[in-house]
């Protein structure tokens, strides 16, 4: 059982825009950062966004995120096939001392 | 160009011990922390441990903690995981993974790995 919580899976055509959420805690999202991870059938899991909202050099301006309260989501739009991959948040939590993970989303583009 | 390359992996009884390296390159190792992460067949990211740039502090999941020491050498550039009372259920991709001093201890893991798959099995 993740300590944040991802829907199992995600999809959408070529073109359309679609959002994964991200739900925690207090001890968590509530006040730290929130990270997302794109993983590739078969590689490690790629830094996507950082600090809530940060882009690292490379990652195309098609995905954006936000955070909210306890929760956090993932945008991707003008969705491609390359896209297909597991997400994951990921935050610092103050109660367990280590950063937590989501169960990851599977994201299908149909 | 920023490089981590795991090794030490392998099959091992219930009970044994393994180490693992992470040989890092194209950075300087000492400004970032340092983590180990986990990933078992099918499933999501799992953190093990954790240490500071020059290894003052570390923090150990609870699941592997009294079992798992994690090391580096700043000199030699390399993460270390030691590995011992393998259990089955420790059975994963071990993947490292640095994170940029000016955000430490926030999640975010810039650089990864391509990961070293350790299997516990009798």
């Known amino acids: 059982q993740s300590v944040l919580t991802q829907p199992p899976s995600a999809s959408g055509p070529p073109g359309q825009r679609v959002t994964i959420s991200c739900s925690g805690s207090?001890?968590?999202?509530?006040?730290?950062?929130v990270n997302w991870y794109q993983q590739l059938p078969g590689t490690a899991p790629k830094l996507l966004i950082y600090s809530d909202n940060q882009r690292p050099s490379g990652v195309p301006d098609r995905f954006s995120s936000s955070r909210s309260g306890t929760s956090a989501s993932l945008a991707i739009s003008g969705l491609q096939s390359e896209d297909e991959a597991d997400y994951y948040c990921a935050a610092w939590d103050d109660n367990l001392n280590g950063p937590v993970f989501g169960g990851g989303t599977k994201l299908t583009v149909l | 160009q920023v490089q981590l390359v795991e090794s030490g992996g392998g099959l091992v009884k219930p009970g044994g011990s393994l180490r693992l390296s992470c040989a890092a390159s194209?950075?300087?190792?000492?400004?970032?922390?340092m983590i180990w992460i986990r990933q078992a067949p099918g499933k999501g990211l799992e953190w093990v441990s954790y240490?500071?740039?020059?290894?003052?502090?570390?923090y150990d999941a609870d699941s592997v903690r009294g079992r798992f020491t994690v090391s580096r050498d700043n000199a030699e550039n390399s993460l270390y995981l030691q590995m011992d009372s393998l259990r089955v259920e420790d059975t994963a991709v071990y993947y490292c993974?640095?994170?940029?001093?000016?955000?430490?201890?926030?999640?975010?893991?810039?650089?990864w790995g391509r990961g070293t798959l350790v299997t516990v099995s009798s």
């Open positions: 240490i500071s740039s020059y290894g003052t502090t570390m």
């Open positions: 194209g950075f300087s190792f000492s400004d970032y922390y």
């Open positions: 993974a640095r994170e940029p001093m000016y955000d430490f201890w926030s999640g975010h893991f810039d650089s």
């Open positions: 207090s001890s968590n999202i509530g006040t730290k950062t």
